[in-house]
């Protein structure tokens, strides 16, 4: 049965306030999301409420219990280390794929770091720090390649928006060094190989490594 538009709009809704809620730390991993109080806060039925958990669900940012209540989503070390396995494989890939396009136009990606170093909020910089990977792959012209990146999407946003908040308390740093880090790929991507893109690709996500949690204390 389709939702209608009215339903799927108040669905599309809830799931944007809970999931910039969730990115932003507002509401940390492992609280319980409550239908019917996110209803009545929201002013809307419980179930658009419902809708936007479980597409929250398949972002990967809600969890469901065996009685169907609904939790943000908490990464263990395990998880952590399995998406930064993913990463790895897929878009030092996806940046040779994309090498000849980007060498030609990286229009978008330039605006992208413009909007990065006048990012307000770790939130921000968060999403636009995905953004920019996200665009070296749309440029790469591989369609599971992509489709496989974004089905990570949701927990790789709850993954470096943690680690923003926890590694740089100061957001003027993590918001240049984002910035600065994207123009050194940039750079690549004018003057290199596609080789050489690639493998300035995977040490950027490799830099990543040292912030992986070691325990599930």
Known sequence: MKIPPSSKRRADHASAVLRSRIIDGEVEPGVLLAESAVALELGV????????????????????????????????????????????????????????????NAAALECNIQATRKAETIKDVTCLDLDFHELILEASDNSRLLKLWRSLRGELELWLGQLHRKHQANQLDTRNGTAGAHEEIIRCFRNATPKACEQLTRQHVQGWREWLPISDK
């Not at 396995?85 to 794929?97: K, M, N, T």
Request: aromatic share 8%.
């Open 45 to 104: 039925s419980r179930v658009p409420v419902r809708e936007a958990l479980f597409a929250l669900e398949r972002d990967g940012l809600v969890d469901f219990s065996e009685s169907g209540r609904a939790y943000v989503t908490t990464l263990s070390s395990h998880d952590f280390k399995e998406l930064y396995a993913l990463r790895l494989a897929l878009e030092p890939l996806g940046a040779r794929l994309a090498a000849p396009r980007l060498r030609e």
